[in-house]
């Protein structure tokens, strides 16, 4: 008769165990892409590469694709290709 209430107990301690877990995860996943986003920002930036002028989602992606004459966005082209 004891059995079920114990299990029932059991049951609930490991659940909330692992949702508390869970919970860290989620948290530090997000305290990651924070960090990231603080480093290189989600600005929407121009650089050249090959002679072509081309957008870039973020300033690290130009610098990563070798682009150079990197800068920020300002209208709804890149100025060097106005």
Known sequence: MFIRPR???IFAVSMFSIG???AE???????RIRIAQE???????CGTKNGMVKEYPTRCA??????????????PTCPAAQ
């Open 7 to 9: 299990l029932a107990l």
């Open 39 to 45: 480093k290189c920002p989600q600005i929407v930036h």
């Open 62 to 75: 130009a610098e990563e694709d070798g682009a150079t004459n990197i800068a920020p966005k300002t209208g």
């Open 25 to 31: 995860q989620h948290t530090d996943r997000l305290s």
């Open 20 to 22: 508390f877990a869970s």
